[in-house]
């Protein structure tokens, strides 16, 4: 099996911009040789709540589902709420995503691997870089 490079990065949620504090909530992979753009997000309320008790999970966790949206090929019902941005090519939407941007959904740092199944990577990404550790 042949193995490709990929980009990613994780998705952090940052719900006081002026604190400057921040959970991650999700993570985007972009694989050009496989034409592969893919999200996954897990947004912990508890966690949320610790850094702002007042932050609306629901919106954020609107906001992040509309990234999974923006990474969707039109496949899903959630695919037709990403408006413009889901029809710009794989690569494009990725840039987009990982631009910088104060507010509260923001996309970390771009890191690259090599891979030979962008999808478990994605997933093996998500459980290592954003869910709670197990106890």
Known sequence: MSRHAFEYALL???PRI???EAINAGVLLYCRP???LGAR???DSRR???LDPDADSAVIARALDAVVAVCDDGGTEAARYAGPAGE???GRRFRR???PRSTIVQAGPVHTGI???PEAELDRLLRTLVLPLPT
Do not use: F, K, P
Request: aromatic share 4%; charged share 35%.
């Open 88 to 90: 710009e090519d794989r």
């Open 34 to 36: 496989l034409d592969y």
């Open 12 to 14: 952090r949620v940052v």
């Open 48 to 50: 949320l709540c610790a």
């Open 97 to 99: 995503l990982t631009a």
């Open 41 to 43: 997000v897990h947004l």
């Open 115 to 117: 891979t030979a199944d």
């Open 18 to 20: 002026e604190r400057g």
